[in-house]
């Protein structure tokens, strides 16, 4: 078995520690359910997760996912873009979000030109910071290597450089470097 892990991997290897059962989670890019499922498995019974995805496609395959793992009754999938995440998430836990999950580019297997768009990523992830609970974390998996995403890549580093100085940044490169290779920004509220 190969000993690196992938970027997605590195995400949940790196949350896992910090969020447990009854934590009100986001998946801000529910794609194909899988960083949904996790943070399911995370935070249930007690928890909650909210879950974006502008693709009815992509917020049904999660649907799926999570109602086969048993975990419906944790999760509310919102098909909607993620930079609208403050209109949905309750009052009561605002402020109180334990972790905020971002997985850009497109969805695998379906039209590689829908895709995340700087401009709303970055309206976004400053609602992100917004809502985070005391020691929250924020992971942002980037692909610079398909169209646009280089730009929104290196959009998100500008603004992890002038992000609140509330909250540590770091910057995971992938197992295999290459200019095109993805990148994982983590923002932890200190
Ligand atoms: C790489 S996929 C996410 C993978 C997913 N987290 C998983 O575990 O399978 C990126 C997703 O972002 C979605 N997306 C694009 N723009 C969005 C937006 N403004 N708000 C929410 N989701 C968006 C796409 O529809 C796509 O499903």
Same mark, same amino acid.
């Given at each position: 078995?190969?000993?690196?892990?992938?970027?997605?991997? #590195?995400?949940?290897?790196?949350?896992? =520690?910090?969020?447990?059962?009854?934590?009100?989670?986001?998946?801000? +890019?529910?794609?194909?359910?899988?960083?949904?499922?996790?943070?399911?498995? #995370?935070?249930?019974?007690?928890?909650?997760?909210?879950?974006?995805?502008?693709?009815?496609?992509?917020?049904?395959?999660?649907? #799926?996912? %999570?109602?086969?793992?048993? $975990?419906?009754?944790?999760?509310?999938?919102?098909?909607?873009?993620?930079?609208?995440?403050?209109?949905? %998430?309750?009052?009561?836990?605002?402020?109180?979000?334990?972790?905020?999950?971002?997985?850009?580019?497109? $969805?695998?297997?379906?039209?590689?030109? %829908? %895709? +995340?768009?700087?401009?709303? +990523?970055?309206?976004?992830?400053?609602?992100?910071?917004?809502?985070?609970? =005391?020691?929250?974390?924020?992971?942002?998996?980037?692909? =610079?290597?398909?169209?646009?995403?280089?730009?929104?890549?290196?959009?998100?580093?500008?603004?992890?450089?002038?992000?609140?100085?509330?909250?540590?940044?770091?910057?995971?490169?992938?197992?295999?470097?290459?200019? +095109?290779? =993805? $990148?994982?920004?983590? $923002?932890?509220?200190?």
């Amino acid at each position: 078995m190969s000993d690196f892990l992938s970027l997605p991997q #590195q995400a949940h290897k790196l949350l896992s =520690p910090l969020i447990y059962n009854g934590d009100c989670v986001i998946d801000a +890019t529910c794609g194909n359910g899988y960083d949904c499922l996790f943070l399911a498995r #995370q935070v249930a019974p007690l928890g909650w997760v909210y879950g974006f995805d502008i693709q009815e496609s992509a917020i049904i395959a999660t649907q #799926q996912r %999570i109602e086969q793992a048993g $975990l419906g009754a944790n999760t509310q999938l919102i098909h909607a873009g993620h930079q609208f995440m403050r209109d949905h %998430i309750a009052t009561k836990n605002k402020g109180h979000i334990k972790a905020i999950m971002f997985n850009l580019g497109y $969805l695998p297997g379906s039209d590689k030109k %829908i %895709i +995340t768009r700087s401009d709303t +990523t970055l309206v976004a992830l400053n609602s992100a910071v917004s809502l985070l609970a =005391p020691s929250g974390i924020i992971t942002i998996l980037a692909y =610079p290597g398909h169209e646009g995403g280089e730009q929104e890549t290196i959009r998100i580093k500008n603004w992890c450089q002038q992000v609140d100085s509330t909250l540590d940044v770091k910057i995971i490169d992938s197992p295999q470097p290459k200019s +095109t290779a =993805p $990148l994982l920004f983590v $923002l932890q509220k200190n």
